[in-house]
């Protein structure tokens, strides 16, 4: 049995912001933008009324091709994220406390830096909230000394 993680797909309210985080300041880059088909599969997935318009964005990784997507909802709010958060996605850095400035930069919630490891690396965490309520964890991986 192979398995194979193919990407996370986040609904956003504004693909230009979203971008100033997954694009501008974590380094994703652009594999297409298209304007999703009234019958997109997305609809009935995400439970999304049908009078909302959607984009689409996927984002590469250095290693991967269309690892993030972004589908921007507009012609409804998007519902407010409160209480236990039920999800993230954990990126590796390779800066984290210059990513995490830049981030505060924009005014979004982060959480205390943690520093963790095992026998063979080291590694420092750190958390933050995207516009749309979205738990992101990054981290920065380091060889022992």
Request: negative net charge; hydrophobic residues 40%.
């Amino acid at each position: 049995m192979s398995v194979l993680f193919k990407r996370t797909t986040l609904t956003v309210a504004n693909l230009e912001r979203s971008l100033g985080i997954y694009r501008d300041i974590l380094g994703f880059t652009i594999n297409y933008i298209q304007e999703s088909e009234p019958d997109s599969y997305s609809y009935p997935v995400f439970r999304i009324p049908k009078e909302a318009k959607l984009n689409f964005a996927t984002l590469d990784s250095p290693t991967q091709e269309r690892t993030l997507a972004l589908t921007e909802v507009t012609g409804v709010a998007l519902p407010k994220q409160t209480g236990i958060i039920m999800a993230a996605s954990v990126i590796k850095v390779d800066d984290l406390k210059k990513v995490i400035a830049q981030i505060e930069g924009l005014g979004l919630e982060t959480t205390e830096p943690k520093m963790d490891g095992n026998e063979q690396y080291e590694f420092l965490e750190q958390a933050f909230i995207d516009y749309d309520g979205h738990l992101i964890v990054l981290y920065e991986l380091m060889e022992k000394k």
